[in-house]
T-cell receptor, first 110, second 114 residues
Framework: TQLLEQSPQFLSIQEGENLTVYCNSS?????LQWYRQEPGEGPVLLVT?????EVKKLKRLTFQFGDARKDSSLHITAAQPGDTGLYLC??????????FGAGTRLFVKA | DVKVTQSSRYLVKRTGEKVFLECVQD?????MFWYRQDPGLGLRLIYF???????EKGDIPEGYSVSREKKERFSLILESASTNQTSMYLC?????????????FGPGTRLTVT
């Protein structure tokens, strides 16, 4: 069974701090997605990474796909309260079924 | 922008009732999904559909059925609601097989079964 393990599970930081969250698997994924979910809402797709070693930037968010396509990281620079939410990584070996990690719950204090 | 809408944000039903959750997407996506999300258990796939009238079981299909009569609409049916089906239900859609994992979610329906 393919699993995606996210760490840390919970993170509480002050506004302006930097942080990194991780998404790891023992399996190879054809692509990996990152989502952000705010309380009471559905997840919103942030980015897809496909190529091993790929780095994508979305304003203050930097996403990296591991060289072996088994892991990924999300780095946030100068976190703001608006970054608060549940960050989910997801992916699949191909086909329709997507595997979701359990998520990292981020709280940024003003 | 892709828009996925769900028929209700909040729903309260009694044990044994038949419950219909509707999902509509406006981007002509081939694939549609139903998940439930519970604290500590994450997102779990109930059913998905890759074409009209086609459906596939996900990881937890027991107690649920689905219907996809039109491309834009995917319905989840709880034949006889039970308290252990109290959960947040999320519908999603995606385009084509090779981008199936790039999913666009609706706002969710928080269902309480009493």
């Amino acid at each position: 069974t393919q699993l995606l393990e996210q760490s840390p599970q919970f993170l509480s930081i002050q506004e302006g701090e930097n942080l990194t969250v991780y998404c790891n698997s023992s399996s190879v994924f054809s692509s990996l997605q990152w989502y952000r979910q705010e309380p009471g809402e559905g997840p919103v797709l942030l980015v897809t990474v496909v190529t091993g070693g790929e780095v994508k930037k979305l304003k203050r968010l930097t996403f990296q796909f591991g060289d072996a396509r088994k892991d990924s990281s999300l780095h946030i620079t100068a976190a703001q309260p608006g970054d608060t939410g549940l960050y989910l990584c997801a992916g699949g070996p191909g086909g329709f079924k997507t595997i979701f990690g359990a998520g990292t719950r981020l709280f940024v204090k003003a | 922008d892709v828009k996925v809408t769900q028929s209700s944000r909040y729903l309260v039903k009694r044990t044994g009732e038949k419950v219909f959750l509707e999902c509509v997407q406006d981007m002509d996506h081939e694939n549609m999904f139903w998940y439930r999300q519970d604290p500590g258990l994450g997102l779990r796939l109930i059913y998905f559909s890759y074409d009209v009238k086609m459906k596939e079981k996900g990881d937890i299909p027991e107690g649920y059925s689905v219907s996809r009569e039109k491309k834009e609409r995917f319905s989840l049916i709880l034949e006889s609601a039970s308290t252990n089906q109290t959960s947040m239900y999320l519908c999603a859609s995606s385009h084509l097989r090779d981008r199936a994992h790039e999913q666009y979610f609706g706002p969710g329906t928080r269902l309480t079964v009493t």
